[in-house]
């Protein structure tokens, strides 16, 4: 339930309707908008008379939430969520673009590239270094030593690092180490691994399983929300469909319905949607002029003999061409907008 207080409404009349509230046992999140102020509301809300609520001072109506996702929805919190990273902002309209290799692979691989992904105009650095393959006998990555090569880079470049996590037993270490934590698309529902996450206030960015629904990945960024960490970042990363041309199918629909439905930023990984290098300007065109917070592209300075995930990385004059025309579609995105 949230109750929509109107835009003239007194700090004391918000504090009344959120006391008698919290008096019925409900648990109460006060977001002081722009125009107004919205209570979300959580608990058994059908005990309570909402008829008598939207009578008290101060409130302009009272509005059930359908959805079983409550935090992460947008009647909820209307605003955009804005989360910070490092030095970086990632929602509320800034094109935010992550780059860096699938795995790590050495200290100097991943700052030569570090330093081609900077001067190109990415504000994230990723990387993996614990890697979910199909296959058991696939390079895993280098577990403890990537991560600190990553930490090592992300010190000497000022970049922020993005990398994924497999395992509860490692949430210490990389809210240590990293600065946003991700979250595979095979995890999306490793709900025990979430809760973790929802104990720290480092970034999640959860990306959507395979086959997983819109309201689906929204419920597993709620596991997260709701277990007391507010900073998750979603990442459309391509769906499988019967479609076998491409690794997956990238879902630009996601963008706009994640938009109308929650107020949480949405990235998009055209390199995994695709599989293939050549796709990866067009997917991240298309992602940005749907609305996109941010792309996350794979970028290797040898892609033929790369570790992992070669076939779908830009090398970084690639990455580089490809940013100059993200950058002007980004520009005439915000010209249109303003008029």
């Known amino acids: 339930m949230i109750v929509v207080m109107k835009n003239n409404a007194t700090k004391e009349e918000v504090e009344k309707v959120t006391g008698d509230l919290v008096a019925k046992k409900m648990q109460v999140q006060v977001n002081d908008g722009v125009e107004c102020t919205v209570l979300g509301v959580l608990g058994d809300t059908y005990t309570i008379d909402k008829e008598t609520f939207s009578m008290m001072p101060g409130v302009e109506r009272v509005v059930s939430v359908q959805e079983p996702y409550k935090k992460a929805n947008r009647k909820f919190h209307p605003d955009n969520t804005v989360i910070q990273a490092g030095n970086v902002k990632i929602g509320g309209g800034n094109l935010v673009v992550m780059a860096g290799p699938c795995s790590v692979e050495s200290k100097a691989q991943l700052m030569g590239i570090a330093r081609d992904v900077f001067a190109a105009g990415a504000g994230i650095l990723r990387g993996g270094a614990f890697k979910p393959r199909t296959s058991p006998y696939a390079f895993q990555g280098l577990g403890e030593n990537g991560i600190d090569i990553l930490h090592e880079v992300s010190r000497e470049t000022g970049l922020p690092v993005v990398t994924e996590i ?6 210490a270490l990389f809210d240590e180490k990293a600065d946003i934590i991700q979250v595979g698309a095979r995890n999306m529902q490793n709900f025990d691994l979430l ?22 990945w929204l419920m597993s960024a709620e596991y997260i929300i709701s277990s007391g960490n507010e900073n998750v970042i979603l990442c459309e990363r391509g769906i499988r469909t019967f479609e ?19 107020h949480l930023p949405i990235v998009v990984d055209p390199s995994h949607a695709a599989g293939m ?9 298309a992602a940005v002029a749907a609305g996109a917070d ?31 025309k993200v950058n002007l579609l980004e520009r005439a995105m915000n010209q249109r907008s303003a008029i």
């Not at 300075?301 to 070669?310: Q, R, T, V, Y």
């Open 166 to 171: 497999m395992s509860p037993k490692h949430v």
């Open 195 to 216: 809760k973790e996450l929802g104990e720290t206030k480092k970034p999640i960015l959860l990306k959507r399983g395979l086959s997983n629904t819109i309201e689906e």
């Open 244 to 262: 076998t041309y491409t690794r997956n199918t990238l879902d630009i629909s996601a963008i706009p319905a994640v938009k109308k439905l929650s």
């Open 277 to 285: 290098y050549d796709m990866v300007e067009s997917l991240s065109l």
């Open 294 to 324: 941010g792309l996350m592209i794979e970028v290797h300075n040898d892609p033929k003999h790369a570790l992992c995930d070669g076939p779908q990385s830009l090398t970084p004059k690639a990455f580089t061409q490809l940013m100059e």
